[in-house]
């Protein structure tokens, strides 16, 4: 599919539009489409940018039943209420004694801060493009391109982001369109282009293609 031959859709419907669009272009994705049903984008994770985020780093590298007791224990931690203001009041020890490890711990302080020092203007990230919101949340501890790609498509509902450094993404494009070898990030990155403006539907399948839920912690 070429972006010059597609109109970028609008509206309540655009997962919709992009899953009809991209059904017409290639027989796979057809396919994975009809095996799976609806992708969830249309649907984004509720909450504010620290909650969000706040989350996610909750999540990482945890399966999820072990990540919602964790998240959990942290909710409670912080008085029942995840805002920036809350964790900064936190001791050090109580985030830890929640199950967090140090590092989490740490990058849910920097993330706090970086809202309250104005590293992090959550009013401004909506009206930025892809590549600026990554760049506005990797300053932040413990935030790398994958969780800001991850925030661009489940919070933001951004239609257009390539995750390769997903290996879900990968092992899920490698097996739906038939190669020998799962593709590594940087061959899966020109793979994409046919797939403009539409490439966060299309990970969304590759996932699936795989039989894996999303990413834990959106």
């Not at 994705?29 to 909750?58: D, F, N």
């Not at 489940?154 to 990968?170: A, E, I, N, Q, S």
């Not at 793979?191 to 912690?217: K, N």
Request: glycine letters at 10%.
């Amino acid at each position: 599919m070429s972006a010059a031959r597609v109109a970028r859709p609008t509206g309540i419907d655009a997962v919709a539009d992009a899953e009809r669009l991209l059904g017409k272009s290639d027989p796979v994705l057809r396919a994975l489409i009809k095996e799976a049903g609806p992708c969830t984008l249309s649907k984004p994770t509720p909450g504010s940018v620290y909650v969000t985020l706040a989350r996610a780093i909750v999540f990482q590298q945890l399966a999820g039943r072990a990540a919602s007791v964790i998240h959990g224990r942290f909710v409670e931690a912080v008085g029942g209420r995840v805002t920036p203001a809350a964790v900064l009041a936190t001791p050090f020890e109580h985030l830890r004694g929640a199950g967090l490890s140090t590092a989490k711990a740490n990058s849910l302080i920097d993330l706090a801060a970086a809202h309250s020092d104005g590293r992090i203007k959550p009013r401004q990230i909506p009206s930025m493009s892809d590549e600026e919101v990554v760049e506005h949340l990797v300053s932040v501890r413990g935030i790398g391109r994958w969780t800001a790609e991850m925030f661009l498509m489940f919070h933001l509902g951004r239609l257009d982001v390539w995750p390769t450094g997903d290996l879900g993404v990968r092992n899920g494009y490698g097996k739906a369109w038939g190669l020998r070898a799962t593709p590594t990030a940087k061959e899966l990155e020109p793979l994409g282009d046919r797939f403009r403006p539409y490439r966060s539907v299309v990970a969304w399948y590759c996932w699936a293609a795989v039989e894996t839920t999303p990413p834990s912690g959106w």
